[in-house]
């Protein structure tokens, strides 16, 4: 019995020489000598006995984040706010087992918080993004616990003042997914608003940039979204710069059939198909014949035909169809000319022959050559003729809209440089269709020649 009280005694003796320890911090820690409190945490912590401890970690972080947030001090101990951080880590790992006073721990957490968000406003307004989103980053992780263990009076959920700056601190950093990690908390939250100010952009960014990532989850999960908060907002954009970036060509070619088909599409639907099918990119080149680049520019062709069927007075859906039929025209006519070239060069290597039996060989020979290059020049005439009325009709239709615009004198920036391209376009092809009717029809002649005197004299 005595060796039992004995060891009593002695645990008791050691209780209380730890609590003295502790004292000698907390004393000089209350009487505002910071400096001497970390000397002695320090020998604490250097204790093997006392350095595991959850009150060793309790007064390691709060003597440490004292001299952290004082800037003297934290010059002085330039590691302060991380071994204040790694101490309250600690403390949070062992919370059910501290013994200390939470209002004192969640001072550390305040001063962590309040320190580190007033450096990251002084590297952001310096422009040092990278410390400013290491900075503005701590701040975050320390209201989160703030607002987590309810030690706020505010009711909000988070920051969302240290949210927005740590993704803007990373956006121009140029950290792009670390900041859409941070846009999309807010996202999350529908917090449409900042001061008074709109978040549209943080929106956009995030559309953007799961966009760049191929990540189809993040993008279809923020769309709809997007849409909800701002519904004024057109975001059919990035809808089509998802598709753009994420689809292939024969997949963006079978969305549209599909789409199209069951009613879905709308006129600015309808003019972003018409753009991807135009604008075929190098590497969608290189794996296409002529004739699967010809069937889809019939797409884009389709696409701005029913732009111009939804809004009939959207004179750019007219003018790209014109342009499509004019590019075909255009197409078919160096086929024609490098045809009767050819026959040219046929007729001109002919030898002259005056012996009747030689001549019919040479004869039958160059016929032989002839006759395929003539039929194809045959088979040209009737397609290129439809492709010169068709870029005639859309491309006046276009014409006829921004010239009422122009005389009204609404006409926008883009539109007037396709009102100028209308009229060459338009000179041109009327000058084709006079040309071909020279010496066969005279009324047709006069019709067109005085067509296209007009455009061609709006021209000049």
Not at 18 to 36: C, I, S
Not at 231 to 245: C, G, H, L, R
Not at 359 to 376: C, F, H, Q, S
Request: net charge positive; charged share 30%; glycine share 4%.
């Amino acid at each position: 019995m005595k060796k039992l009280l004995l060891l009593a005694i002695l645990g008791c003796a050691l209780q209380v020489a730890n609590a003295q320890d502790y004292k000698k911090v907390q004393t000089p820690y209350l009487l505002n000598q910071f400096e001497q409190a970390k000397t002695e945490i320090d020998k604490i912590a250097a204790d093997p006995k006392g350095q595991n401890k959850p009150e060793t970690y309790f007064w390691k972080a709060r003597v440490y984040s004292t001299l952290f947030k004082t800037e003297a001090t934290r010059v002085k101990y330039p590691e302060s706010g991380k071994v204040a951080e790694e101490a309250f880590g600690k403390c949070m790992e062992n919370f059910a087992a501290l013994k200390a006073d939470t209002a004192d721990l969640k001072m550390a957490a305040f001063d962590i918080y309040s320190t580190s968000f007033g450096i990251g406003i002084k590297n952001f307004n310096t422009k040092k993004w990278d410390s400013a989103f290491y900075n503005f980053s701590i701040a975050t992780e320390y209201s989160d616990i703030i607002f987590s263990k309810k030690w706020s009076t505010s009711s909000q959920p988070f920051d969302t003042t240290s949210i927005l700056y740590t993704g803007y601190s990373a956006q121009n950093a140029k950290k792009m997914d670390d900041a859409a990690v941070f846009y999309r908390r807010l996202a999350d939250a529908k917090v449409k608003t900042f001061g008074g100010e709109t978040l549209i952009d943080i929106y956009h960014y995030i559309l953007v940039n799961s966009s760049d990532r191929k990540d189809s989850a993040t993008f279809n999960k923020y769309y709809p979204i997007c849409e909800e908060l701002y519904p004024k907002e057109t975001w059919e954009d990035y809808k089509f710069d998802y598709i753009s970036k994420n689809y292939k060509l024969s997949e963006k070619a079978g969305l549209y059939e599909k789409e199209n088909a069951a009613g879905k599409l709308d006129e600015s639907s309808y003019l972003h198909f018409g753009d991807i099918f135009v604008n075929l990119t190098k590497e969608d080149k290189a794996d296409l014949d002529s004739l699967q680049i010809t069937s889809y520019a019939e797409r884009a062709k389709d696409a701005f035909k029913n732009a111009f069927n939804k809004n009939n007075e959207n004179a750019i859906a007219a003018f790209n169809v014109g342009v499509i039929y004019y590019n075909t025209f255009n197409t078919l006519d160096d086929r024609a000319r490098a045809n009767i070239k050819a026959q040219q060069e046929i007729n001109s290597s002919k030898p002259v022959e005056k012996d009747p039996k030689k001549k019919a060989v040479i004869e039958a020979k160059y016929k032989t050559l002839l006759d395929p290059l003539k039929k194809d020049k045959e088979a040209l005439e009737k397609p290129t003729a439809d492709a010169v009325d068709g870029s005639v009709e859309w491309i006046e239709r276009a014409y006829n809209i921004l010239k009422l615009k122009k005389d009204n004198g609404t006409l926008g920036g883009a539109e007037k440089n396709v009102y100028s391209k209308s009229v060459d376009f338009l000179a041109n092809l009327y000058a084709y269709k006079r040309d071909k009717v020279r010496g066969k029809d005279n009324k047709l002649f006069d019709e067109f020649d005085a067509k296209y005197k007009i455009y061609d004299g709006l021209h000049q």
